[in-house]
C-alpha cells in the first residue's frame, strides 16, 4: 500500500494515525479482536457500552467492564473510548468516574430516552440530554463525546447547549433498531438489519452544517462502508468516521482496505493531508441553507425520474413463495 499521504486527525484532543474507528459493538469486547484492530489500523476503538440496566446475561456488569478496559489499556496503544449508557443520574456520574479511573481515554455518552407520549414536549427531551452531559462532564476530567439519535428538530442549536455543558465532541449518529411486522406471525419482528451505504445521506447532511456553526469534534456514523464514504465524511466536516456494520460482515481485516480505498481517493481527489481537507466542502452547503435544499429536493426530483422504474405491468411478481417458506 502507498503510504505517502498523512491521514492522521485529531479527536477530543487525542491524536489519531487514522480517522477509521471501530464504533461501539460486541465486535470491540474480546482482547484479541482489539490488538487485530490495532494492527489492521483502526485509529482508535469504541468499547461497546456499558449499560447500568443489563437487559441481558452478556451484557458486562460495571466490574467486568472496568476490567476489559484497564486489560484493552495494557494490551493496545491506540485510544480507548468507553460507552456509557445509564438512566439515572447518580449512575451515569458514578459509572462515567468509574470508567475514567479505569484508564478511558475518551467517554462517548449513549444516550436512550424513548419518552414518545403527547405529554411530553421535546424540549424536555433535549433538556435530558443536556442535563446528562453537564452531569457526566462534573464527574469526569476525560473529554466527553454524545452519541445522537439524527432526528432533532434544530440540531445546531442542542449541539452548542451541549457544547456549553461540557461535551467535546458529538457522533452522527446512533442507529436504533425499528421492528418490522411479521404478517403471518401477525406480531413485531426483531430481526437486526444492517446498515447500507445509502443511510450514510444521514450524516453527510448534517456534518456541514455542525462544522461551520459549533466548535465541536465531529465522528460521523451509519453506513459507512468504504474509503470514498470516509473521505466524504471528513470533507463534509468530520474528525473520525465510526465502523460497524462493515466490520461485522467482512470482518475486522477489512479495516486495511478501508484505510487503501480512503488513500486511493485521497491520491485521486489530490488531498495529502486529512486535517487540511476537514471541512473544505462544507461552506458551499452553508452559503443559503434553504437555496441549497430546494436546489437538492429539485435534483432528487430529475434523479428520480430519469431512474428506470418499471411500470406496474412489467413488475416482478411478490416474492409471497420465498416469504411463507422462511
Ligand atoms: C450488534 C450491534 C451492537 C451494537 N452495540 C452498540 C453499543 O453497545 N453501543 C452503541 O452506542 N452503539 C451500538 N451499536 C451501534 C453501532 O455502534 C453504530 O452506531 C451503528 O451500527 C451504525 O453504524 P454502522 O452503519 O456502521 O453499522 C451496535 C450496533 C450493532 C449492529
Known amino acids: 500500500m502507498k503510504k505517502t499521504a498523512d491521514i492522521t486527525v485529531d479527536y477530543l484532543g487525542l491524536k489519531l494515525c487514522s480517522p477509521i474507528v471501530p464504533s461501539a459493538s460486541p465486535l470491540s469486547q474480546e482482547i484479541e479482536a482489539l490488538v487485530e484492530m490495532e494492527n489492521c489500523g483502526a485509529g482508535a476503538v469504541v468499547l461497546r457500552s456499558l449499560f447500568e440496566d443489563p437487559w441481558e446475561p452478556s451484557l458486562p456488569t460495571p466490574a467486568a467492564y472496568f476490567e476489559e478496559i484497564a486489560r484493552a489499556k495494557q494490551h493496545v496503544k491506540i485510544p480507548i473510548i468507553a460507552s456509557l449508557s445509564a438512566t439515572s443520574e447518580s449512575g451515569w456520574r458514578t459509572l462515567a468516574g468509574q ?12 444516550i436512550y430516552h424513548p419518552r414518545l407520549s403527547r405529554y411530553v414536549p421535546s424540549s424536555l427531551a433535549e433538556q435530558t440530554y443536556i442535563d446528562t452531559v453537564k452531569a457526566v462532564t462534573h464527574a469526569v476530567r ?15 442549536f442542542l449541539v452548542r ?3 456549553l455543558a461540557g461535551a467535546s465532541g458529538i457522533v452522527l449518529f446512533n ?14 419482528s426483531y ?18 452544517l455542525l462544522y461551520q456553526q459549533s466548535e465541536m469534534d465531529l465522528a460521523a456514523s451509519t453506513g459507512i462502508r468504504s474509503g470514498a464514504d470516509i473521505l466524504k465524511m471528513i470533507l463534509s466536516g468530520a474528525s473520525i468516521t465510526q465502523v460497524c456494520a462493515i466490520l461485522l460482515q467482512r470482518g475486522i481485516p477489512w479495516l486495511k482496505t478501508l484505510e ?7 491520491d485521486t481527489c489530490n488531498i495529502s493531508s486529512l486535517k487540511k481537507a476537514r471541512g473544505i466542502l462544507s461552506r458551499r452547503m452553508m452559503e443559503d441553507p434553504g437555496q441549497i435544499e430546494r436546489e437538492e429536493y429539485r435534483k432528487a426530483l430529475q434523479g428520480y425520474a430519469q431512474i428506470d422504474i418499471p411500470s406496474w405491468r412489467d413488475e416482478v411478481p411478490l416474492h409471497i413463495d420465498s416469504e411463507l417458506k422462511n
Not at 470508567?99 to 449513549?110: F, H, M, Q, R, V
Not at 487503501?260 to 485521497?266: A, N, V
Open 161 to 163: 447547549e451541549l457544547r
Open 260 to 266: 487503501q480505498e480512503l488513500r486511493h481517493w485521497m
Open 191 to 208: 430481526t437486526l438489519r444492517l446498515s447500507t451505504s445509502a443511510e450514510n445521506r444521514l450524516p453527510l447532511r448534517s456534518l456541514p
Open 142 to 156: 476525560i473529554p466527553v463525546s454524545v452519541k445522537l439519535p439524527p432526528f432533532f428538530t434544530n440540531l445546531a
Open 175 to 188: 442507529r436504533f433498531y425499528q421492528p418490522d411486522l411479521d404478517l403471518l406471525a401477525m406480531a413485531p
Open 99 to 110: 470508567i475514567a479511573d479505569a484508564g478511558a481515554d475518551a467517554l462517548e455518552l449513549n
